[in-house]
């Protein structure tokens, strides 16, 4: 079994929710630079920059994965599968693919929509 603290689980938390708060931020901040922009361009810029920010996420994870040998991933649920990194390999993974898209689709919409509402 894992180790049962779950040190690693609130910074990946912490990372989920500040990726949101960038992705509301960027929508605000393209839409006090455009005039009285649409519904469909304040989501697209939402979208935009969660999937970048996926992307590097991504690239950060292989580096980590590959280079620190797992000794940053060392605290996971107790119920995990256990594996070289403790269990917190597939869900660091599973958060950034998964977790992340949603969080920042979510993010996203709920921007534009408030966002749109103020302009209008």
Same mark, same amino acid.
């Given at each position: 079994?894992?180790?049962?603290? !779950?040190?690693?689980?609130? /910074?990946? @938390?912490?990372?989920?929710?500040?990726?949101?708060? =960038?992705? !509301?931020? &960027? %929508?605000? %901040?393209?839409?006090?630079?455009?005039?009285?922009?649409?519904? #469909?361009?304040? !989501? &697209?810029?939402?979208?935009?920059?969660?999937?970048?920010?996926?992307?590097? &996420? $991504?690239?950060?994870? %292989?580096?980590?994965?590959?280079?620190?040998?797992?000794?940053?991933?060392? @605290?996971?649920?107790?119920?995990?599968?256990?594996? #070289?990194?403790?269990?917190?390999?597939?869900?660091? +993974?599973?958060? =950034?693919?998964?977790?992340?898209?949603?969080? $920042?689709?979510?993010?996203?919409?709920? +921007?534009?929509? /408030?966002?749109?509402? #103020?302009?209008?």
């Amino acid at each position: 079994m894992g180790n049962p603290q !779950f040190a690693g689980l609130r /910074t990946v @938390y912490l990372g989920n929710f500040l990726l949101m708060a =960038v992705v !509301f931020i &960027s %929508v605000a %901040v393209f839409a006090s630079k455009i005039d009285r922009p649409g519904l #469909k361009a304040l !989501f &697209s810029v939402g979208m935009k920059v969660a999937l970048a920010s996926i992307v590097i &996420s $991504c690239l950060v994870i %292989v580096f980590v994965f590959f280079m620190d040998r797992h000794a940053v991933l060392l @605290y996971a649920p107790a119920n995990m599968v256990e594996d #070289k990194s403790g269990g917190l390999r597939s869900l660091v +993974a599973l958060n =950034v693919l998964l977790i992340n898209i949603l969080a $920042c689709s979510f993010a996203s919409f709920v +921007a534009s929509i /408030t966002l749109q509402r #103020k302009i209008n």
